[in-house]
């Protein structure tokens, strides 16, 4: 396929006469005085060579400076302990738009109307926001959950309705591993607005059992059993360390089928499950051994004969 370009003879003659007339004109002055025409010229050609110079040194100033200022950010986050991925981003972004603003300094040294390029490269971003609104809103997420650290790698959470442990925490996306070895990949963006529950944050978890133990049992002999599984444990912490409290048992209610026994106590963060599902186990077989009987729903039944 070939494309033909076709220019009419009327603009054709006007494009010749412009030529022409101008080619005159610097004949006609290059004529009458080639002294001054020569000045011009070399005064233009000198007048240019100090702009290319002007721009040359303005553009090695300005990158240096920039690789200074790159250099002073890496310091401050490394001395501050941000986290990598933040400081990369933000370090990149930084050096980005220094490098940007200096290029468009130094063609205006040039001479060259930057108004034109400011303005395309304003609407450029614009476009390209427009277009990348979701990565956008995960770039900020990424940034508040860097900043903030509402968690870190090596975290259990709960969010967006997922469990696990955080493996990797990156400017746009968190990656969790659950229970069952799946990677479950999070935008950071729908993160940092939702809830999430760390499991991890502190050091220390109270544990909650509800016991329930069949109407008849002695409440007092029911909370001594209870406490002796629990102190059987070395895991079971008690008041010794400071901010914790001993281990509580209470009558907590008079159920349809039961009565109920509520238990508290602290464990070490990464001792929650074991511990949990071990005085479980444990509490059903020693009180079992006791005596003490475990309720199931149950309804009495009474038949009055009618005379």
């Known amino acids: 396929m070939h494309l033909i370009l076709q220019i009419p003879p009327a603009d054709s003659v006007n494009l010749a006469d412009s030529a022409k007339t101008h080619l005159e004109q610097v004949t006609t002055e290059l004529v009458k005085n080639p002294n001054e025409f020569i000045n011009n010229i070399g005064q233009q050609a000198i007048d240019f060579g100090l702009k290319v110079l002007a721009a040359i040194i303005i553009y090695m100033v300005g990158a240096w400076l920039i690789k200074k200022a790159k250099g002073i950010l890496k310091k401050f986050f490394q001395r501050k302990g941000t986290e990598g991925a933040l400081a990369s981003f933000v370090t990149s972004l930084t050096t980005i738009s220094l490098t940007v603003l200096l290029l468009i300094i130094t063609i205006g040294t040039l001479g060259i109307n930057t108004t034109s390029l400011a303005a395309l490269l304003a609407a450029g971003g614009m476009a390209i926001g427009m277009a990348l609104s979701g990565t956008v809103q995960n770039f900020a997420g990424g940034i508040m959950i860097l900043a903030f650290k509402p968690f870190k790698a090596g975290d259990l959470i709960e969010a967006l309705g997922y469990v696990g442990v955080v493996s990797e925490v ?17 935008p950071n963006g729908a993160l940092s607005n939702g809830n999430i529950n760390n499991f991890s944050q502190h050091h220390y978890r109270r544990i909650e059992w509800l016991v329930d133990v069949a109407y008849g049992a002695e409440a007092e002999k029911v909370k001594t059993e209870i406490m002796n599984v629990l102190k059987s444990d070395k895991r079971i912490l008690d008041s010794k360390i400071e901010g914790l409290a001993d281990p509580f048992i209470a009558f907590a209610a008079l159920k349809d089928s039961s009565i109920e026994f509520v238990v508290r106590t602290w464990v070490k963060s990464e001792d929650y499950w074991d511990v949990f599902y071990n ?28 005379s």
């Not at 990156?170 to 999070?186: E, F, P, Y």
């Open 170 to 186: 990156n400017i746009v996306s968190t990656k969790l591993t659950t229970a069952d070895n799946r990677s479950i990949i999070l």
């Open 279 to 306: 005085i479980n186990e444990s509490i059903y077989t020693e009180l079992t051994k006791k005596g003490i009987e475990f309720p199931f729903p149950q309804m009495d039944v009474h038949v009055d004969k009618l």
